[in-house]
């Protein structure tokens, strides 16, 4: 199912452009690692997906969205698990623990909510790292957000930065704050760097 839909839009999305895509080649090969990435609208989510295309993302998507049956079924066949964003517990890290122990790759948007402007990030990407020992890769993505911009024919880009790692050589407190500022730092230096290709 995830295929057949992540194909499927691909092709239909690429009627409105093709995607241009910067440094995949910094993608960790071996083990699973996150992808923590800028968000400005519904789009870039389906075009983080085609991008990464044949690897399968695993998205942590807002519990509200798994509310209603047909929603909730289509979120599940295309591998997002919920997350209460409200009241973060203990179990909010278990699923994706496990699925970057297994090798997968993690989506995760910092912003925690579709912006433009340069909001404080959540957390939840350097906890699930620094407790799975996983590293974060951080991308950037400009283009079309909603269908309006579709119909633009604004071209879609998204590059990668190279993988963030949890130092070993310090408290884990002292390290998780240190990796929040590299991402914060690595996010915003990718974000000028793709609008200017």
């Known amino acids: 199912m995830y295929y057949l839909a992540a194909y499927l839009l691909k092709v239909i ?25 800028t968000h400005t609208g519904w789009v870039d989510i389906l075009w983080l ?7 399968k993302v695993h998205y942590m998507a807002k519990k509200e969205l798994f509310q209603s049956g047909p929603l909730k079924w289509l979120m599940e066949k295309l591998n997002a698990f919920p997350v209460d964003r409200d009241n ?7 699923v994706p623990r496990k699925l970057l ?14 912006t433009t402007n340069q909001v404080p990030l959540k957390r939840g990407a350097v906890t699930i790292a620094a407790y799975s ?7 950037a993505y400009t283009g079309p957000n909603n269908f309006k911009e579709l119909f633009k024919f604004k071209k879609p880009k998204i590059i990668f930065g190279d993988p ?4 070993e050589d310090i408290p884990r407190k002292e390290a998780m704050d240190e990796m929040m500022k590299v991402m914060n730092e690595e996010l915003y230096a990718l974000q000028s760097t793709i609008e200017e290709k």
């Open 13 to 37: 999305l690429s009627l409105f452009g093709r995607i241009k895509v910067f440094q995949k080649e910094k993608l960790p090969q071996t083990d699973g690692y996150i992808i923590a990435c």
């Open 49 to 55: 997906g085609v991008s990464l295309l044949p690897i």
């Open 88 to 94: 973060p517990g203990p179990s909010t890290i278990k």
């Open 101 to 114: 122990k297994d090798g997968k790759v993690i989506g995760i948007f910092p912003s925690g909510t579709r």
């Open 133 to 139: 020992k996983a590293p974060i890769v951080p991308a």
């Open 164 to 167: 963030i790692y949890l130092s």
